[in-house]
């Protein structure tokens, strides 16, 4: 049911999703990893094409591929999509990084293996992906340990060829690190940079970010968040984070009295205003 949900719904307010500006790097991935995801496997064979396997968001730091993965696991099959880091699934101990990469797609296999068509789609999300698949050769430490992890990763991706129910989404702030063999077709072949946001995206951050103040009467009626978006070029989306917090802190700040932090706050006159967003 959720597959067919999307199929219908091609118009996404990602900014109520709470993600802000991407809305072209989101219509790319729909066009090019979705489309055909949402179709069963019986009627891609027909089309003679394959399910796209994986994809990889690259860019800067803070910009939303976190963000992006998770809607898209969301929406592919209903749920909260597990999410690995690459530091975490290295491991210093010779065989294990092996051992964790092999869990990874265990319950994807099983589920293949026992309800075949019938399995609900596994959305593999890989966080930091560089740090276990730099190029082969790249690194020095002369045991080929590390080489034969990307080849282990490598291997799982090629056998994810033949199961039909796995999306792997990698994740990086350095394509330039990465195996070159992990980019070929059938494997993260869908890649789309996450950009830093342009002026109208930083807009919506903010939006996203002031939301809850704004509905509760915190943000002061001086706050131009379309001037902040102005003023914010280069700032990446969890950058505009920190300067919402950093301003809120500012307006908490005034209502304390350090001679008595006891004292109750008067929660009534909480603003936070313009001069608190250019002082953050
Ligand atoms: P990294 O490469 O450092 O893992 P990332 O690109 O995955 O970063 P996120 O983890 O998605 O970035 O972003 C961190 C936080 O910054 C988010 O939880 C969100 O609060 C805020 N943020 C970043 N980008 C956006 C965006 N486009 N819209 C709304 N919030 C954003």
Do not use: W
């Amino acid at each position: 049911a959720a597959r067919s949900n999307i199929f219908r719904q091609k118009e996404f307010n990602l900014q109520q999703l709470g993600i802000g500006g991407l809305s072209d790097e989101f219509a790319d991935i729909f066009r090019r990893a979705f489309a055909s995801r949402v179709f069963p496997p019986h009627v891609t064979s027909k089309l003679g094409i394959k399910h796209v396997k994986g994809m990889l968001l690259y860019g800067p730091p803070g910009t939303g591929k976190t963000l992006m993965a998770r809607q898209i696991g969301k929406m592919l099959n209903g749920k909260e999509p597990k999410i690995v880091n690459g530091p975490e699934v290295l491991s210093k101990f010779v065989g294990e990084t092996e051992k964790n990469v092999r869990d990874l797609f265990a319950d994807a296999e099983n589920d293949q293996r026992s309800l075949g068509d019938q399995s609900e789609l596994h959305v593999i999300i890989f966080d930091e992906i560089d740090a276990i698949c730099k190029s082969r050769g790249s690194t020095r430490d002369g045991t080929g340990v590390h080489d034969s992890i990307v080849n282990q990763l490598l291997t799982k991706i090629d056998g994810v060829e033949s199961l039909n129910n796995v999306l792997l989404i990698g994740m990086t702030n350095r394509k330039d690190l990465l195996d070159e063999a992990l980019l070929r077709p059938g494997r993260l072949e869908v890649q789309v940079e996450i950009n830093l946001p342009d002026e109208n995206g930083r807009l919506q951050i903010f939006q996203i970010h002031t939301n809850k103040m704004k509905e509760n009467s915190f943000l002061g009626p001086d706050v131009n968040l379309q001037e902040l978006a102005a003023r914010t070029k280069n700032y990446s989306g969890a950058e505009i984070e920190g300067v919402v917090k950093s301003a809120v802190s500012f307006a908490l700040n005034r209502q304390l009295s350090l001679d008595d932090l006891t004292k109750p706050v008067d929660e009534e006159n909480i603003r936070v205003t313009m001069d608190d967003f250019l002082n953050a």
